[in-house]
């Protein structure tokens, strides 16, 4: 399996809501409490109109001329349930809050732990930046409806059927009129929200096209300039920037219509409410605060109806969010780690073989075929080929970072799938040819082989390769910094680290892409010395780009079309006609240019 799971995004919505929810317990922990906050918050509204309903009719309009101690009560009790609203709504908001905030936590953890578990082919056939957006963006979108929308459902639902329930216990015709007035823009909204839905869509569409131009603009910076091409990529930058801002208008103009609409419904159905209820009081079917308080009523029954595209919107986008992150779950990883099950490697050098190997990418046609090969303990072996012969493929297949397609790979005789992930990379260590650096320093690169090493440790080693001339002459030694990967040292240099940070890892079985970049003779020195010295004692299989290396070990394979097609020493295989032959001549050829 290569590509994310998408089967979430054919499952239905509420089927997808519960299983998101499921992946994050704590939304659940508390629950109770919160609804029955929010219940209170909500009770809380109507105990105004309905104080204002007794105060006119009982304390003002009484039969007995105004009742101020009545007035005084009830304006007490109105003070006493506003109070309880606002603590009530204050401590359900904090109690949200933090629970969503450790449920997103929870589930970003879950699914940056799964992005590094799946293969190295899952990831690098994902488009760049799409996983990462399924760990922030995706999450982000959860995180906006689980702190605000969801709520808001429960609790603009809880008052819509409080305010219907009021407002017909009130005046059942009242009542009905209102609701006349709101179904037609009921499946207005319902229509707008789809569109809204639709043009937000479209708004991220262009966003995540004026990421990908702006963030190519800025890493291909060097290549723009040298081709003279900054009009041409500013032209598109220009373009895409305005197509965003087109989509982005379209849509908020979609939003700023639906709220003079309900708006509109709003003020006819008060103005219907006034003049009904005016007929209906002078009949003596109402009372004049049991009108006033109806058209407060109102009010509390027109919020949820603005707010509800808006929530509405919010769900939609939290699904999609739950799915694409439930995508990234849902993904099994092709090469699992057998974990406590699985065998540890007694240390020592190791034994390599490769049984009837093949393997296909997914979707492509074989590109390695019935490879079967020994390399015996602490052997230093070079692999050579023309570039796609499968050489990279090989070593990828040596330290598992994915499985062969039918075959066994076995080290010291135990298949590389039975052997447990801490103890693979412990033993194992590959040297790709872009050794990756991260942005600290010199020391800190070099210790990322082994963390607990100290600075006298990581000194020695870079003695023993012979690069102690190397570290005197940088400025700030092991605390040099090194920049954004690793872009303040020459592509030698990093070369240099990258070696180092294998020779402190000390594995028994090295593997090494070895870099095609053409460093200054001095630095070239300097790598064959490191290079000698972090393979000398282990197991080495040099990926070849480089006669010396072929020439120095003890065998060299062949690669051609995917098949190991010549093996043997250097001396063996150049003195017949062949692969290796022609390769070796190509060689020289370059050393005399
Ligand atoms: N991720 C991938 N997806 C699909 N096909 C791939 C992938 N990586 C390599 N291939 C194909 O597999 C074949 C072998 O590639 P591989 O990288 O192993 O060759 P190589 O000998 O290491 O080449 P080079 O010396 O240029 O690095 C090539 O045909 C290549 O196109």
Redesign the pocket.
Known sequence: MTTLNEAAVGEGALTTLRRGLRLSPEFRAGLAGTLLLALLATAGRVVVPIAVQQTIDKGLGGPDGPDIGFVRTAVLACALAVAVTALSAYAMNVRLYRTTESGLATLRIKAFRHVHDLSM?TQ??ERRGALVSRVTGDVDQISQFMQWGGLLIIVSTGQLVVASVLMAVYSWPLALLVWAAFVPLAFALRRFQRLISGAYTRVRERMGDLLAVVSEAVVGASVIRAYAAEDRTARRVDETVEEHRRAQTRAQGLVALTFPSSELVAAVATAAVVVAGTLLGVGGDLTAGELVAFLFLVTLFVSPMQTATEVLNEAQNAIAGWRRVLGVLDTVPDVADPGGEGEVLPRGPIEVRFEDVEFA??G?PP??HDVNVDIAPRSRVAVV????????????LLTRLMDPTSGRVLVDGVPLDRVRFSSLRERIVMVP?DGFLFDATLGDNIRYGRPDATDEEVLRALTELGLGDWLEGLPRGLDTPVGQRGESLSAGERQLVALARAYIADPDLLVL?EATSAVDPATEVRIQRALDGVTRGRTAIS?A?RLSTAEAADEVLV?DA?RIVQRGPHAELVAVPGVYADLHASWIAQRRI
């Open positions: 082919l690098s056939s990418y997914p492509g590109v390695l080929g023309e570039t796609g012969s499968g050489k990279t493929t090989f070593a990828k040819q892409d990926i780009h690669f995917g």
